[in-house]
């Protein structure tokens, strides 16, 4: 008999999400949404920063959201605030949003007139990095808060993203964190990312990370 090892289950898992992540894409360019999956850990920034984006954004697009969350629906509602229409994915005990959970919340969702999707992943730097949802931009948030190892830590997520926000600059001192160092950490994992120090609260950076997200 032919026992499945775990490494071998995941990595079919990891393959079958790539193939709905790939419908999900056609879906969403045959509507012309973009899509912009959020990931970072809990406390990082993510919801503000969406807040953020919602509000400069959103007389030029239509925007949805999509949250992800272990049990809450706490994003959700404060993206509501701004006018924005919110769905919630409670993922009970995963600690990542995947391609299926999406698939089904594109179907809910009005994409005939939606311009603009950000996907708030599960607060996680790690289990994300496997499982892709079919958006066009993967950005991650880290805050300094997170201390002077947080990249060097989480290769895998910084490889497989376009833009990673460096958020809470105005605490780096305090944390006695290197913004310069962070980016060179990210530069080094992956070339091509574009790194974008933020404070959300103020909107700090917000309008670099409008133009790395070509919007």
């Known amino acids: 008999m032919n026992h499945h090892s775990i490494v071998d289950i995941e990595a079919d898992l990891i393959k079958a999400n790539e193939k709905i992540a790939l419908l999900n894409k056609v879906l969403l360019d045959k509507n012309n949404v973009k899509a912009i999956d959020i990931m970072g850990a809990i406390g990082s920034g993510k919801t503000t920063l969406i807040e953020v984006l919602c509000e400069k954004l959103k007389e030029k697009y239509r925007i949805k ?3 992800g969350d272990i049990s ?30 999406i698939q089904h919340t594109l179907e ?7 311009d603009l999707l950000f996907i708030e992943n599960v607060g996680n730097l790690i289990c994300p990095a496997d ?3 079919g958006t066009h931009i993967k950005v991650v948030v880290i805050s300094v808060t997170e201390g002077p190892y947080v990249v060097i830590k989480h290769p895998v997520i910084m490889k497989m993203a376009d833009i ?3 958020n ?12 310069e160092k962070l980016t060179a950490d990210a530069k080094k994992i992956n070339p091509s990312i574009k790194v974008i120090p933020t404070i959300a609260k103020t909107g700090q950076g917000i309008p670099e990370l409008i133009r790395a997200l070509e919007l």
């Open 65 to 67: 959201m999509i949250a």
């Open 72 to 101: 809450t629906d706490i994003d959700a509602e404060r993206v509501k605030k701004h006018g924005v229409t919110a769905y919630q994915i409670n993922t009970g005990r995963e600690c990542h949003l995947d391609a299926h959970l």
């Open 108 to 114: 809910e969702i009005s994409l005939k007139d939606t």
């Open 131 to 133: 499982f892709v949802l």
């Open 164 to 166: 990673l926000i460096i």
């Open 168 to 179: 809470k600059i105005d605490l780096a001192e305090a944390m006695e964190v290197d913004i």
